[in-house]
């Protein structure tokens, strides 16, 4: 080995090594910034009538994507209305299967139990009705099967498109308008479950901080999107 | 027929004021607010087209057997209701006269039926209107019929025993549908049905058994009432705080991220100056 190409190659490491350096900097950084704190990297209206309780959130009043959604939203609803098969969120790369659930015997909304899979609530409007809250709950994990598909919620930026097959053939279109971290007490009360108002689909998770010792998650992920046809 | 109906005009002659109570959780309806109340009316008694007058006014001209209104906004008060045999009306004999309390915020449904004995009557019903739990469905049942007590069953299994004209019997029961008869009371003999009903959530399905025994037309009406839904008491859609730790779990990884690089790069360094030597 000469001296000039094995001097070459830890260049070549040493500025690998550099670059890295600098990436994990800036994960850092972003991660101070948009963190882990909940509600922290929410935005979007809140979904409805009723208190919320927003959990400390830096009120960023930037433009409103859901505003001129809402006014695109008018337009004549070509969508059917039609018990949703599957929800996909391309940009998060989530496909999952949905099936009806219901309510259990304690009150709460039946999860799936499988995690890759999510449930619509069947008393809520069908994808495609003109009034309510179309709702879709999931597992953000799951005991013994590991994370959730919604899991990526987390990520959800405003416009990301979702997609919600139907069983009938069709689909309607989304688009997130706005991205609520709620205090499970407070999730009844929010709008999420409304049957009149504007049609939206509003997905919901949990999201931290997980307390084991008070019930665990302390927070519902509430995703809205509206109906936005491309 | 005729006989029964002049019969029961003198029966029911006598204005009688119904014992209506607006219930805590009929007033407490946000929708009917102020002074005013929703009034439907159903018509129960076979056999006979009528005109129903509210004092001198008309309010449901040639109405028919089995036959229910939609809601109507009503103010509050006493209304002297009288029904006449289609066009005797207003100032013929009545068939039906009586004095009816309509309370403010209430939801009421008033029923010209026939007594247990078979004599045209009218009375009010208060709908139960308060919040229903998620999941839930409410079902009431009005024995309106020329009939004996009856027990209610839904899917073969009684839900209400010993039901007596005019008496109403309701519950919250899972939402869905259900195949529902009429049995006489204590019995397996089928009087009604069976029929479908679908309890759709957060409604309040109201039947009513109707008709007469004796006539052979007993049947089933059903009033769908809505608005009652409750949303879930929650989402438990996370159970290990793996997606917790997931989620916080960029920092860690950044961290060990920059780590790696540093050692590499101060390795490198070292080497670098070395083959510089």
Redesign the interface.
Known sequence: MS?PS??LL??T??S??????I???L??V???LG??AAGARDFGPTSGAGPVSSPRTPRVTTKEPSAAMARGDEAPRQARTSEPSSLVLPRLDVRAAVKAV??AA????E?PANPKQVGW?R?SPEPGSPKGSTVI???????GR???V??AL?DVRAGDRVLVRQKDGGEVQYRVSSRRTIG?RD???SG??R?DGPAVLTL???????L?DKG??QN?LVVTAVEAPT | MNTRVAGATVAVAIAVTLSVTAGASASAQPRAAGDQAMVSVLHAVPGLTVDVYAGDKELIPDFKPGTLTDPMKLDAGSYDIKIFKEGEGPNGTPAIEKKVDVPAGANATLVAHLTADGKPTLDAYVNDMSKIPAGKARLTVRHVAAAPAVDVRANGTPVFKDLVNPKEAKGEVAAGTVSADVVLAGTDTVAIGPAKLNLAEGTNTVVYAWGSAADKNLQLKTQSLTGMHSAPSGVPAGETGAAAAHNEGVPLGALSLGAVSALTAAGLLVRLRRTAR
């Open positions: 001296k094995s001097r830890l260049l490491g040493l690998a090594a550099l670059v890295g350096l990436v994990s900097a994960l850092l972003d991660a101070r963190g882990p219901g309510v304690d009150g709460q909304i999860i609530y008393y709950v999931g597992h953000v994990d799951s005991k590991g994370l959730g919604l899991v987390d499970k999730l009844a009360a999420a479950f049957r919901i998770t949990c999201a931290g901080p997980y084991a665990g998650y519902n």
